[in-house]
């Protein structure tokens, strides 16, 4: 049987893969998982969040009376970021939680995420051990013992204040256009921003519950990238539905990516002896322009395998401070458990405040060098690793490429895909060779077909 969670959460179109039978199964199986204490005392507490995504509201339902029904105390908070549930998981001291979100999916997905306690990513146990408790018989408590649910009046003033205790630099006369992706943090990013002393102008902020991430949000940035130049903003912050990401535009409107934000900010940190061990967490994928300029910083860099799960497991093993994704998920350790859009783009003003500088003379602390991404098909995926054509041909195009390139072959975790990535430093080499790659790959590694 294939594994039903998936790199975050259980994802799938919403009343297709992800129903409400299903929805209320995983609440009862994670009551039993999360929810169990070792001593006596109150009932287990979740807290539950979702994005305004229409299907949210029915999905919602379920989860809650799955948990109520098992026992457990819920507080339901109602529309809030990812990064906000979490939060509030740790604030309450809850025993777990649950946020429904499809995050940068469109509209008719959605998905069902569990947030152990203290706000922390579920491990790959936890998540094995919710599926085997689906096949058993759920917790039926009755009477006084089944759970209660409350509204959680406050939620959103909890993670405002949070969030605002956490600026190092006011954003006085700062202008910054803030693109919400007609999703979770609609609501909350455009009030953090405005108490934190900036001029704001708000785009993608009014969710009917079917145009989360439609054209606007991090995977879309040209309508930020338009109201930053007709607004003659200093900065522009984009979210995704669930706002655990954030991509930033500078004032000329070019695209400064999760990359050159984590290298703004750790900069930052190592100043003011913040930045632990003077290390900076990012995935396999970060451009490799961020390294060669944290080298020049002084700030030693670790990779992890591609997700913010690994991100996080990575900066727990070393207690680091800063980590994060190119793609604009960045955590924060000391402030947040998993990454959080608003606060980085929060930190990212405040650094503009502070030193008087444009984002564009930030991002400058790095180059991105020229990045090729080729997806080869129909592969056996499993060989990447094994095959000597395969690795001979990475061998030859790295000595090629010399300090100033890197070959990345990754197989794709869902599908028969091999992801062959070349960075150089000039964009034609860099093509080059991914495509002289990507036919090696191909024909090493295709897939055999069986002859009848």
């Keep these: 049987m294939s594994r039903l ?10 009343n297709g893969t992800l129903t409400v039978e299903l929805s209320i199964q995983l609440a009862q199986a994670a009551a039993v998982v999360l929810g169990h204490r070792e001593t006596g005392g109150r009932r287990p507490v979740a807290v539950v969040a979702r994005d305004p995504r229409i299907s949210g509201e029915f999905l919602n339902a379920a989860v809650l009376a799955g948990l109520a029904s098992s026992g457990v105390d819920v507080q339901d908070a109602g529309v809030l970021p990812t990064p906000a549930a979490a939060f509030l998981v740790d604030d309450l001291d809850a025993d777990f939680g649950v946020m429904i979100s499809a995050s940068h999916n469109p509209a008719p997905d959605n998905g069902i995420k569990f947030l152990a306690r203290g706000g922390e990513k ?21 009477g006084a013992e089944v759970g209660r649910i409350q509204r959680f009046a406050d939620a959103e003033d909890r993670y405002v204040l949070h969030l ?23 609501g909350c990013s455009p009030e953090v921003f405005a108490a934190a002393g900036a ?62 934000i984590m290298g703004i900010l750790a900069v930052a940190l190592k100043e003011t002896g913040q930045l632990k061990d003077d290390t900076l967490v990012v995935t396999v994928m970060s451009n490799l322009g961020l390294k060669l300029a944290m080298e020049r910083e002084g700030v030693r860099v670790v990779e992890t395998k591609v997700g913010d799960r690994y991100v996080l497991a990575g900066m727990k093993h070393g207690e680091y401070s800063l980590g994060g994704e190119q793609s604009g998920h960045v955590i924060f350790a000391d402030h947040a458990t998993t990454g959080d859009g608003v606060l980085t783009g929060l930190q990212l003003g405040a650094r503009l405040a502070a030193t008087g500088k444009s984002l564009a003379e930030l991002a400058g602390v790095m180059q991105r060098l020229p990045q090729v991404l080729i997806n080869v098909k129909d592969v056996d995926k499993t060989r990447t690793g094994a095959d000597a054509e395969v690795q001979a041909a990475v061998a030859d195009a790295e000595a090629r490429l010399g300090a100033t390139g890197r070959v990345l072959l990754r197989p794709s975790g869902t599908e028969p895909v091999v992801r062959v990535m070349v960075e150089a430093a000039d964009e034609a080499q860099a093509r080059h060779e991914a495509e002289e790659l990507a036919a090696v790959v191909k024909r090493a590694l295709a897939l055999s077909v069986d002859l009848v």
């Design 5 to 14: 969670f998936g790199t975050d959460g259980v994802r799938g179109l919403a």
């Design 122 to 142: 579920l491990t790959d146990e936890q998540e094995d051990a919710i599926e085997e408790q689906m096949a058993e018989e759920p917790t039926r408590p009755t």
């Design 164 to 186: 605002l205790q956490t600026l190092p630099h006011r954003l006085d006369g700062l202008k910054v256009v803030l693109d919400c992706a007609h999703g979770a943090a609609a």
């Design 199 to 260: 001029d704001v102008v708000v785009i993608g902020a009014d969710p009917d519950g079917i145009n989360i991430n439609d054209g606007f949000g991090s995977t879309h940035l040209e309508k930020l990238q338009e109201a930053v130049l007709e607004n003659g903003a200093d900065f522009g912050i984009a979210h995704d539905g669930d706002a655990d990401r954030c991509l930033a535009v500078d004032s000329s409107g070019i695209v400064v990516d999760g990359d050159q």
